[in-house]
């Protein structure tokens, strides 16, 4: 047996884990902080490091030997270059044409293939979660931000410079908020985390009594998505006007989507998807309200089904997309 191993890339931490080629299992999964204030060089050790810990594990569970390992797959933020497995920009990690995939590679001693990490997240849901076995999906990965990730015809759709995908930042209000992207009305500058806290607050600066001044003691500056969905679970109309509103502007892009790729599934993971029903039953009211019947009929809205590990799961299909194992 060949085993791949996974790192997944995050603004606030670092997952790492392997894989048998075959999917069946996660071994030697593992979190901690990216610290990226510490630089890229600091993050790249603490990646081997995590590496190393993962070979050792999965060693001492299977009596795996090093040569058994075919791989590192490498899901980060970008906008990156694929081929030349740079990360061009990332304003969460403060990198700019960062040869991530060839630092980790001579790190570890280990051939590495690079990836998107939304595409990442949206890949490990097809390939064992949410959308396992669908050949045309859409997925959503909701935080800090909104990544997506797109898979056409069984394959992740790059386009011609690794952009497509970038679902979070499609227009959904010609003249709408400002997003961090640079462009006005972007479906992130609405739905993601922060996004829907900015407009919690300014619900509450109408004066519009809620919980929410409870919950956040006091100081407006605390509110979080999290604690929006808590309200609105308590009952909470400010919140659940809120979450209800989140659901709409998703159900805008997911709409976009359908029309635009008829997708068997979408799959919408992360922070924000956990509402469960109270965000996605407006949802798939509001995407059938305006999407073509035949392309909602034979799509299913879910959530995602791998939760933290779904970018490491990714990586490791990303990996084994590029490096056929046998
Ligand atoms: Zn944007």
């Known amino acids: 047996m060949r085993y791949v191993i996974g790192v997944d890339i995050g603004g606030t931490n670092l997952v790492v884990g392997a894989m048998p080629a075959d999917g069946s299992r996660e071994i030697g999964v593992h979190t901690l902080p990216t610290r990226a204030v510490l630089g890229a060089d600091a993050v790249v050790e603490r990646i081997r490091e995590m590496v190393e810990t993962t070979i050792g594990t999965v060693a001492q569970e299977t009596g795996a030997t090093r040569a058994q390992f075919a791989g590192v797959g490498i899901g980060s933020p970008g906008p990156l270059d694929r081929e030349r497995g740079i990360v061009i920009v990332t304003p969460n990690l403060g990198w700019k044409d960062f040869p991530l995939r060839d630092r980790v590679s001579d790190a570890v001693g280990l051939p590495a293939v690079l990836d998107n990490d939304a595409n990442c997240a949206t890949l490990g849901e097809a390939w064992l979660g949410a959308a396992k076995g669908a050949r045309n999906v859409v997925g959503f990965t909701l935080g800090t931000g909104i990544g997506g990730g797109l898979i056409l015809n069984g394959r992740l759709y790059h386009g011609a410079s690794d952009v497509a995908g970038e679902i979070g930042h499609m227009t959904i209000e010609a003249n709408g908020r400002k997003c961090g992207c640079g462009n ?143």
């Not at 006091?218 to 929006?228: F, K, Q, S, Y």
């Not at 969905?229 to 359908?258: Q, W």
């Open 184 to 326: 006005y009305g972007c479906l992130e500058a609405y739905a993601a985390g922060p996004a829907i806290a900015a407009r919690a607050r300014e619900a509450m600066a109408r004066g519009e009594p809620t919980v929410l001044a409870e919950l956040c003691e006091g100081d407006p500056a605390r509110i979080t998505a999290a604690m929006v969905y808590r309200a609105s679970d308590r009952g909470d109309a400010l919140a659940a006007e809120v979450v209800k509103d989140t659901a709409r502007f998703l159900a805008v892009g997911v709409a976009n989507m359908l029309n635009v790729f008829n997708p068997d599934v979408v799959v919408l993971a992360g922070g924000v998807a956990l509402a469960g029903d109270s965000l996605f039953v407006p949802l798939r009211a509001e995407v059938r309200r305006r999407a073509f019947r035949p392309a909602v009929d034979a799509c299913q809205i879910v959530p995602g089904a791998l939760n933290g590990s779904a970018g490491m799961v990714g990586a490791v299909a990303a990996f084994l997309a590029e490096h056929p194992v046998a």
